[in-house]
Structure formats: structure tokens, C-alpha cells
């Protein structure tokens, strides 16, 4: 049964930093793509960045590209995003999602597994 747990959001001022984990089990790590994906209220989700397990190939938005560095530590079966210089429009509701698979992607759609959500609020 695959299962996600994300932790690290919380209240930060602009400029600040978090880092984001995505712990993960019932499933063999290294065979996935592990994606994080964001949800502001009245939007869309989105697709922030993303991490394939097996070849460390990354993916990033252009809104967090520059800011942001996604890792996985296969031992930990854990994948870490670290955020910079964060700004008021990052405020939303993290989510991280798995994909069987080594592809990196940001369609959430193509992803099958969700953890529940972690809030990450950056004041003005």
C-alpha cells in the first residue's frame, strides 16, 4: 500500500526558506518518480518539481526554478524541496505524489498516489 506523508510547511516571512520532506513507503523507492505538486485556494494544482527515485533526474517549474532544489535520499525512502527566497505567491497547500516509473513529470494527473498536504504560508 503506498503511502506518502509530507511535513515541513509552516508560516514564513518573504525572502525566507523551508524544506519540504515527503516520507514514503509500501513501495520500492527507487522504482518511482516522486513529484511535489502545489494548490493555492481558487486554483489549480500545479506541478512544482519532481524527482525520479532511480536516476536522480529532475524537473522544475519555471515560478520556483532557481529557488527551489528537489533530492531523494533512496535510504531514508525520502525526498526532500528545498525552498528559497520564498514569496507570497508561493502560499498554497504542498502536496507529493508517486508514480510508478523513472520519468520526471508535472502533470498531475500522471501521477496515481498522493499524500495529504502540507501548508506553506509566506507573509508579505
Known amino acids: 500500500d503506498v503511502q506518502l506523508q509530507a511535513s515541513g510547511g509552516g508560516l514564513v516571512q518573504a525572502g525566507g526558506s523551508l524544506r519540504l520532506s515527503c516520507a514514503a513507503s509500501g513501495f520500492t523507492f527507487d522504482d518511482y518518480a516522486i513529484g511535489w505538486f502545489r494548490q493555492a485556494p481558487g486554483k489549480e494544482r500545479e506541478g512544482v518539481s519532481c524527482?525520479?527515485?532511480?536516476?536522480?533526474?529532475?524537473y522544475y517549474a519555471d515560478s520556483v526554478k532557481g529557488r527551489s532544489t528537489i533530492s531523494s535520499d533512496n535510504a531514508k525512502n525520502t525526498v526532500y524541496l528545498q525552498m528559497h527566497s520564498l514569496k507570497p505567491g508561493d502560499t498554497a497547500v504542498y502536496y507529493c505524489a508517486a508514480e510508478l516509473g523513472t520519468v520526471v513529470a508535472s502533470n498531475p494527473a500522471d501521477f496515481g498516489s498522493w499524500g495529504q498536504g502540507t501548508q506553506v504560508t509566506v507573509s508579505s
Open positions: 524527482i525520479s527515485s532511480s536516476d536522480g533526474s529532475t
